[in-house]
C-alpha cells in the first residue's frame, strides 16, 4: 500500500485532538512529512511529538516541499483559500476543513485553481462519512413521500468538553500583526459575501459558515437542497440562528445556537407519515463516540423502535480513509468545492431571510 506524504497546516485543537492522532494510527496509508504553523512553539512542540523535521511558518513554502503528496488544510478559515491554492499550484492533493471559503469569489478560485493543476479537492464534512449517516441517507430514499425534516445543533461551547477530555497545547507567541491581519481579512471576506450588515448579522452569518456548515451540508445530501428560505430568525448577537426551509410538499426546521452546557445535541430527523430515521451525532472532540441511527416506524398495530450504531470508528477516520482512495484511485469525492459553494448560497439566503 503506498504511503501518502501529507503536510499539515494548522496545528491547533482540530488538528492536535483530531488530524495527527488519525494520520498517525493510519501509517498505513500516510506519512505526516511536513507541520506548518504561524506559533514557533506550537510547531516546534509538534514536530517534536510526531518526530517531523519538516517545519514551516509559510504554508507558501511548505507546499513547495517535492515530495508532498497532499496537503491539509486545518488553520483559521480566513486563510483557507490562500493555502489551498498555494498547495495546489505546487500539484498537491488537498483536504480542506470547513468552511472552505468565506466568499464565493474565493470558492471560485479554489475550483479555478484545482481545475489547472489537474488535483482533487475534498471539503471536510466528515458527518457525511458516519455510516450512520449514509446508512440513513440510503433509507430516506426508499421512504414515502417525505412529510417534515428537522435539523438540530445545539452544543456547549467546544472548550467545555475539550478541557475535561483532551491536553490541547496553546502559546502566546503570534505577533499582533498576525492577529490584526486575521480580524481585517475576516471582515473583508464577510462584506465580500454578504454586504454591509450589522454586528449580529456578521455573527451568524460566520455561525452559519462553521457549525452549521456542518448541518445544513449533510442536510442537502440525505434530503436534497431547498427551494428557498421561507423565514429566519436570530437572536442574542446572532449566537441563535431558526430558519424555515421550503421543499416540494414539506417544510424543514432549522435551528442552532451555542451555550455553556457540557453537551452537544446535533441530529437530522425526516419524517414519512409511518417512519422516521433520525441521526444522531456526537461530539467529534471525543474520538469514537457512535454516531447512531434512530429508526421508528409502524407496522400494523405496531410501533417499532431501534438503534442502529454500525462502529465504533468516528466519522474522522471514516472520512481519512475515503480521501486516501481519492487520491490514490483517482476518485472525485463527494464533498467537492461546488458542493460547498451550495451551502454557501444557502448561508446567503438565511442572511438575506435575517435581514
Known amino acids: 500500500m503506498k504511503r501518502l506524504k501529507v503536510g499539515v497546516v494548522g496545528?491547533?485543537?482540530?488538528?492536535?485532538?483530531?488530524h495527527l492522532p488519525i494520520l498517525e494510527m493510519l501509517s498505513d496509508r500516510y506519512e505526516i512529512a511536513a507541520l506548518c504553523d504561524i506559533s514557533p512553539q506550537l510547531l516546534q512542540a509538534m514536530g517534536e511529538?510526531?518526530?517531523?523535521?519538516?517545519?514551516?511558518?509559510?504554508?507558501?513554502?511548505?507546499?513547495?516541499?517535492?515530495?508532498?503528496?497532499?496537503?491539509?488544510?486545518?488553520?483559521?478559515?480566513?486563510?483557507?483559500?490562500?493555502?489551498?491554492?498555494?498547495?495546489?499550484?505546487?500539484?498537491?492533493?488537498?483536504?480542506?476543513?470547513?468552511?472552505?471559503?468565506?466568499?464565493?469569489?474565493?470558492?471560485?478560485?479554489i475550483i479555478a485553481a484545482r481545475d489547472e493543476a489537474g488535483v482533487q479537492v475534498m471539503v471536510g464534512y466528515m458527518r457525511r462519512f458516519a455510516p450512520a449517516f449514509v446508512q440513513a441517507a440510503e433509507e430516506v430514499r426508499s421512504m414515502d413521500q417525505i412529510q417534515y425534516a428537522r435539523v438540530r445543533d445545539i452544543i456547549g461551547q467546544n472548550r467545555l468538553i475539550i478541557e475535561q477530555s483532551s491536553n490541547v497545547l496553546r502559546?502566546?507567541?503570534?505577533?499582533?500583526?498576525?492577529?490584526?491581519?486575521?480580524?481585517?481579512?475576516?471582515?473583508?471576506?464577510?462584506?465580500?459575501?454578504?454586504?454591509?450588515?450589522?454586528?449580529?448579522?456578521?455573527?451568524?452569518?460566520?455561525?452559519?459558515?462553521?457549525?452549521?456548515?456542518?448541518?445544513?451540508?449533510?442536510?442537502?445530501?440525505?434530503?436534497?437542497?431547498p427551494k428557498r428560505v421561507k423565514a429566519a430568525a436570530q437572536w442574542n448577537g446572532g449566537r441563535y440562528i431558526s430558519a424555515l426551509l421550503e421543499y416540494d410538499g414539506f417544510y424543514t426546521t432549522f435551528e442552532t445556537g451555542v451555550d455553556n452546557q457540557r453537551r452537544f445535541d446535533a441530529h437530522i430527523e425526516v419524517y414519512s407519515s409511518a417512519k422516521s430515521l433520525k441521526v444522531q451525532?456526537?461530539?467529534?472532540?471525543?474520538?469514537?463516540l457512535p454516531t447512531r441511527l434512530i429508526v421508528s416506524e409502524t407496522i400494523g398495530d405496531a410501533y417499532h423502535e431501534s438503534v442502529v450504531r454500525p462502529t465504533f470508528k468516528d466519522p474522522y477516520t471514516h472520512e481519512l480513509e475515503y480521501f486516501y482512495d481519492v487520491v490514490t484511485q483517482g476518485l472525485q469525492p463527494k464533498t467537492t468545492p461546488e458542493d460547498f459553494k451550495q451551502d454557501l448560497s444557502l448561508f446567503q439566503g438565511i442572511i438575506e431571510s435575517l435581514r
Request: glycine share 4%.
Open 281 to 288: 451525532y456526537d461530539t467529534p472532540y471525543i474520538r469514537h
Open 49 to 109: 511529538r510526531y518526530r517531523v523535521r519538516k517545519l514551516y511558518a509559510d504554508a507558501q513554502t511548505m507546499a513547495a516541499q517535492p515530495d508532498l503528496d497532499a496537503v491539509f488544510v486545518l488553520n483559521s478559515d480566513e486563510y483557507h483559500a490562500e493555502c489551498a491554492i498555494a498547495a495546489m499550484q505546487q500539484k498537491k492533493h488537498v483536504l480542506i476543513e470547513k468552511p472552505m471559503a468565506l466568499n464565493q469569489a474565493d470558492a471560485d478560485a
Open 11 to 18: 496545528l491547533g485543537e482540530v488538528a492536535q485532538i483530531i
Open 171 to 225: 502559546f502566546q507567541d503570534i505577533s499582533e500583526e498576525m492577529m490584526r491581519d486575521k480580524s481585517e481579512r475576516a471582515q473583508r471576506m464577510v462584506l465580500d459575501a454578504i454586504g454591509e450588515a450589522p454586528p449580529e448579522l456578521v455573527s451568524a452569518y460566520r455561525l452559519l459558515c462553521g457549525l452549521s456548515s456542518h448541518d445544513l451540508s449533510a442536510m442537502r445530501e440525505i434530503i436534497g437542497v
